[in-house]
T-cell receptor, first 114, second 109 residues
Framework: EPEVTQTPSHQVTQMGQEVILRCVPI?????FYWYRQILGQKVEFLVS????????KSEIFDDQFSVERPDGSNFTLKIRSTKLEDSAMYFC????????????FGNGTRLTVT | DAKTTQPNSMESNEEEPVHLPCNHS???????IHWYRQLPSQGPEYVIH???SNVNNRMASLAIAEDRKSSTLILHRATLRDAAVYYC??????????FGAGTRLTVKP
């Protein structure tokens, strides 16, 4: 069964550094998402992406964040200048339809900012 | 966003059925009812979804009230592997999916 894959599984970075989290969504999916989960807290929506542009973003997704689908297969989340509070699990997801189909999630990237 | 209300936690015995309730009294006519679960140290996993009619799949059944203001996720025979946080989420075409706190299900051997 096709799955969403995320790399790396764990990323450690210093405060102020840029990080890029990578995702390969399921190949025929059209909608792409990033979520994050701070340890012990709920899963939070960051951004959705469709037709090569952002569809919706949350208040968390400020100017420090950006997303890109550079080559038709990868979907990336960039954090320009990481802060300690960016430490979290970041989940990528993809889906065929916006409401009437499942979202398929990757197993996440654990980002640790020191 | 239409909100859902779920119990914080529930317990079940292994190999017994589990009924996980969800209230969504402000649901709109075009909102789909989705259920996901998150096993420890994993990403969320799709379980089932529906609009108006009851739905069955290999993982679970979804019973939707006639007025659509509540729904119940039914696990027919809980196993230890079903211990997870279960999320009931409303999805509309004009909004993306947001997670609440969910119900933490504990399965006792």
């Amino acid at each position: 069964e096709p799955e969403v894959t995320q790399t790396p599984s764990h990323q450690v970075t210093q405060m102020g550094q840029e990080v890029i989290l990578r995702c390969v969504p399921i190949s025929n999916h059209l909608y792409f998402y990033w979520y994050r989960q701070i340890l012990g807290q709920k899963v939070e929506f960051l951004v959705s992406f469709y037709n090569n542009e952002i569809s919706e973003k949350s208040e968390i997704f400020d100017d420090q964040f950006s997303v890109e689908r550079p080559d038709g297969s990868n979907f990336t989340l960039k954090i320009r200048s990481t802060k300690l509070e960016d430490s979290a699990m970041y989940f990528c997801a993809s889906g065929l339809d916006r409401a009437n189909s499942p979202l398929h999630f990757g197993n996440g990237t654990r980002l640790t900012v020191t | 966003d239409a909100k859902t209300t779920q119990p914080n936690s529930m317990e079940s015995n292994e190999e017994e059925p589990v009924h996980l309730p969800c209230n969504h009294s402000t649901i709109s006519g075009t909102d789909y009812i989705h259920w996901y679960r998150q096993l420890p140290s994993q990403g969320p996993e799709y379980v089932i979804h529906g609009l108006t009619s009851n739905v069955n799949n290999r993982m679970a059944s979804l019973a939707i009230a006639e007025d659509r203001k509540s729904s119940t996720l039914i696990l027919h025979r809980a196993t230890l592997r079903d211990a997870a946080v279960y999320y009931c989420i409303l999805r509309a075409y004009n909004n993306d999916m947001r997670f609440g706190a969910g119900t933490r299900l504990t399965v006792k051997p």
